[in-house]
């Protein structure tokens, strides 16, 4: 017995209903018996301008890669390791507009709901004529598009679909281990896959060796400035409280995202710290992120204490980032290495303050210093 759907074939997962076998493993997508047939959604394909505008002229690093992709995308899956802020979706984008103009259905997912909305109007903005249509939560009436940019959950409506099919942060929660995601994924694509990411796990680092996949690397942001390497600073608890206290009032013009291990540590320094400056938090329990991201980007707010919750997909035009209690297992090497990616990512930013402040120097943080060093060395020869 085997789902189609989700590839399952442990028998103790199907269950027997009115005399017919089905799959548990993925039911929360609905029910699918044994040996379903799942049929692809019917979606339409256009002939459009699929033409595209950047804000930015592309890098001359950009360019080769888009050159590279474009060579080997045929070949077998291949991953895109970039620096966070080096425009890895821009690099997609050619391959996005020759599906399309082929007439191919093309796929962007991410983990992300809020990163979802995100992606959807950075691509609407380039591709002018092109239908992008954001699937997710809150976003369902709408299921087609010339481009389907959608949560790694709403992958189950689109079986056998996509041509070219884009995973975004495939290392993030929850993708990342969940197999009945990663199953719905590869049932999703019939044609190509390119995967990205600035923090490749051991599996796809696993993958890459054993050559299963195609790795291409852009580790220079479209800017030309380096990655910011973050300031490890070992201090007891208070002192760094004292800290934060002291660069929030000394920093008034900046803006600031502050991590915080915990939502009980989020709330408790934002209650303590609201009298001190214009500040919110934001944590999973939040129902106004996206009020209180805005309020960040217009200026209205200058700091928001966030759980990790913030660590990716979120970019802000000159915001520095202090991560405190950073010595907590929460914060794996990947962690960092993303919240300090939030720091200098625009071209009128290209640099900020990033501090680590903990107790103590973990494996971590220095893994996270050396990785980010790493990227900012001349790869032009390797
Ligand atoms: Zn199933």
Same mark, same amino acid.
């Given at each position: 017995?085997?789902?189609?759907?989700?590839?399952?074939?442990?028998?103790?997962?199907?269950?027997?209903?009115? =005399?017919?076998?089905?799959?548990? !493993?993925?039911?929360?997508?609905?029910?699918?018996?044994?040996?379903?047939?799942?049929?692809?959604?019917?979606?339409?394909?256009?002939?459009?301008?699929?033409? #595209? *505008?950047?804000?930015?002229?592309?890098?001359?690093?950009?360019?080769?890669?888009?050159?590279?992709?474009?060579?080997?995308?045929?070949?077998?899956?291949?991953?895109?390791?970039?620096?966070?802020?080096?425009?890895?979706?821009?690099?997609?984008?050619?391959?996005?507009?020759? #599906?399309?103009?082929? $007439?191919?259905?093309? =796929? #962007?997912?991410?983990?992300?709901?809020?990163?979802?909305?995100?992606?959807?109007?950075?691509?609407? @903005?380039?591709?002018?004529?092109?239908?992008?249509?954001?699937?997710?939560? =809150?976003?369902?009436?709408?299921?087609? $598009?010339?481009?389907?940019?959608?949560?790694? +959950?709403?992958?189950?409506?689109? +079986? /056998?679909?996509?041509?070219?099919?884009?995973?975004?942060?495939?290392?993030?929660?929850? #993708?990342? $281990?969940?197999?009945?995601?990663?199953?719905?994924?590869?049932?999703?694509?019939?044609?190509?896959?390119?995967?990205?990411?600035?923090?490749?796990?051991? /599996?796809?680092?696993?993958?890459?060796?054993?050559?299963?996949?195609?790795? *291409?690397?852009?580790?220079?942001?479209?800017?030309? +400035?380096?990655?910011?390497?973050?300031?490890?600073?070992? %201090?007891?608890?208070?002192?760094?409280?004292?800290?934060?206290?002291?660069?929030?009032?000394? @920093?008034?013009?900046?803006?600031?995202?502050?991590?915080?291990?915990?939502?009980?540590?989020?709330?408790?320094?934002? +209650?303590?710290?609201?009298?001190?400056?214009?500040?919110? !938090?934001?944590?999973?329990?939040?129902?106004?992120?996206? /009020?209180? %991201?805005?309020?960040?980007?217009? $200026?209205?707010?200058?700091? &928001?204490?966030?759980?990790?919750?913030?660590?990716?997909?979120?970019?802000?035009?000159?915001?520095?980032?202090?991560?405190?209690?950073?010595?907590?297992? &929460?914060?794996?090497?990947?962690?960092?290495?993303?919240? *300090?990616?939030? &720091?200098?990512?625009?071209?009128?930013?290209?640099?900020?303050?990033?501090?680590?402040?903990?107790?103590?120097?973990?494996?971590?943080?220095?893994?996270? &210093? /050396?990785?980010?060093?790493?990227?900012?060395?001349?790869?032009?020869?390797?």
């Amino acid at each position: 017995m085997k789902c189609k759907r989700c590839n399952n074939s442990d028998k103790d997962k199907f269950y027997k209903w009115n =005399g017919s076998w089905y799959c548990r !493993n993925c039911i929360r997508f609905g029910k699918v018996e044994v040996n379903q047939e799942i049929i692809p959604p019917d979606l339409t394909s256009n002939q459009i301008d699929t033409s #595209y *505008v950047l804000d930015y002229e592309l890098t001359n690093e950009q360019q080769e890669l888009m050159e590279e992709i474009d060579s080997r995308i045929h070949e077998k899956p291949m991953l895109i390791y970039a620096a966070c802020g080096a425009g890895k979706t821009e690099t997609t984008m050619e391959q996005i507009s020759n #599906y399309i103009r082929e $007439g191919k259905k093309v =796929g #962007y997912a991410i983990s992300r709901r809020q990163v979802v909305l995100e992606i959807a109007e950075r691509l609407s @903005h380039a591709f002018k004529e092109v239908k992008v249509t954001p699937v997710c939560a =809150g976003y369902t009436t709408e299921v087609d $598009g010339d481009i389907i940019v959608c949560t790694m +959950h709403q992958l189950h409506r689109y +079986h /056998q679909t996509f041509d070219l099919l884009i995973m975004d942060e495939i290392d993030a929660f929850p #993708y990342e $281990g969940n197999v009945i995601l990663q199953s719905l994924a590869q049932n999703a694509c019939r044609g190509e896959l390119l995967l990205l990411t600035a923090t490749p796990n051991e /599996q796809l680092k696993e993958q890459v060796r054993k050559n299963e996949i195609n790795q *291409v690397t852009l580790f220079k942001r479209h800017h030309g +400035h380096p990655l910011v390497v973050p300031k490890i600073l070992c %201090m007891p608890k208070v002192v760094q409280y004292l800290f934060l206290m002291y660069l929030c009032l000394k @920093h008034k013009d900046k803006k600031w995202i502050i991590f915080l291990p915990t939502i009980a540590q989020v709330q408790q320094v934002f +209650h303590a710290m609201k009298y001190l400056c214009k500040c919110s !938090n934001i944590t999973s329990k939040s129902e106004d992120k996206e /009020q209180v %991201m805005e309020d960040l980007r217009c $200026g209205k707010i200058q700091v &928001v204490f966030a759980t990790t919750i913030l660590e990716r997909g979120i970019t802000i035009a000159g915001v520095n980032v202090c991560i405190v209690g950073a010595e907590h297992q &929460v914060y794996k090497e990947s962690s960092l290495i993303q919240m *300090v990616g939030r &720091v200098g990512r625009k071209r009128e930013y290209p640099s900020g303050y990033a501090y680590i402040l903990a107790s103590k120097k973990t494996k971590e943080m220095k893994q996270c &210093v /050396q990785t980010i060093k790493w990227m900012n060395q001349d790869h032009s020869n390797v």
